[in-house]
């Protein structure tokens, strides 16, 4: 039974380029996360969605970046005209309950972000 | 909304002494986690605490939850160099749909 598994582990892009991140979830998990982790700072929390529905985006900026967990394949975060602000590990996470009772998250390893 | 701050933000020790990670919270807590992140890796869970005063302990790691479930706390015994890396506390809130974490606290061990 694999992890949640993210693509790709390292992504580079030019400012103004557009970046797509993947992430699998576990198995049966139809709750997904993501999160933020910029260099020298803690997890900051994006967004949270079950299949083809968004339920919180409160940390999500409010422009260029977008999520998406369709019925079929994995969840997206995409993001537009990437700036060098941009550049940041993302983590995904994933569970197969939602937020009442014991809220386990399995993480994957992160795609790393770097905007020249 | 809810916060959770740590300390130390970093901690070096030598190997085979004990350490203390402290997470405060500013509102109560429902759910604590702990986690820990390899550098340049994803997050392991570590343990969950729900009630107050609860303790749970796994191999030389031992975490607490204090009575009026606002703050929390990692001790390690006797640490190894496989301890290294920055321990992360999340929580989640009352009638909230997401973790929220601390800073975390970057931990080396040396020889």
């Known amino acids: 039974n694999a992890g949640v598994m993210q693509n790709p582990r390292h992504l580079v892009r030019r400012r103004g380029q557009e970046a797509r991140l993947r992430c699998s979830p576990v198995?049966?998990?139809?709750?997904v996360y993501w999160y933020r982790q910029l260099p020298e700072e803690g997890l900051k929390f994006m967004v949270y969605?079950?299949?083809?529905?968004?339920?919180?985006e409160s940390g999500m900026p409010k422009e260029r970046f977008s999520a998406e967990f369709p019925k079929e394949g994995p969840s997206i975060l995409r993001i537009q005209q990437v700036v060098r602000g941009d550049s940041a590990a993302y983590f995904c996470?994933?569970?197969?309950?939602?937020?009442?009772?014991?809220?386990?998250?399995?993480f994957g390893a992160g795609s790393r972000l770097t905007v020249l | 909304s809810q916060e959770l701050e740590q300390s130390p933000q970093s901690l070096i020790v030598q190997e085979g002494k004990n350490l203390t990670i402290n997470c405060t919270s500013s509102?109560?807590?429902?759910?604590l986690y702990w986690y820990k992140q390899k550098y340049g890796e994803g997050l392991i869970f570590l343990m969950m605490?729900?009630?107050?005063?609860e303790e749970k302990s796994h191999e030389k790691i031992t975490a607490k939850l204090d009575e009026k479930k606002q703050q929390s706390s990692l001790h390690i015994t006797a640490s190894q160099p496989s301890h290294a890396g920055i321990y992360l506390c999340?929580?989640?809130?009352?009638?909230?749909?997401?973790?929220?974490f601390g800073t975390g606290t970057r931990l080396q061990v040396f020889p």
């Open positions: 198995k049966g998990h139809s709750h």
């Open positions: 509102k109560t807590l429902y759910g």
């Open positions: 605490l729900q009630k107050g005063g």
């Open positions: 996470a994933s569970s197969p309950t939602g937020p009442s009772g014991a809220n386990v998250l399995t």
């Open positions: 999340g929580a989640d809130g009352y009638n909230t749909d997401k973790l929220i």
């Open positions: 969605l079950q299949k083809e529905n968004i339920i919180d």
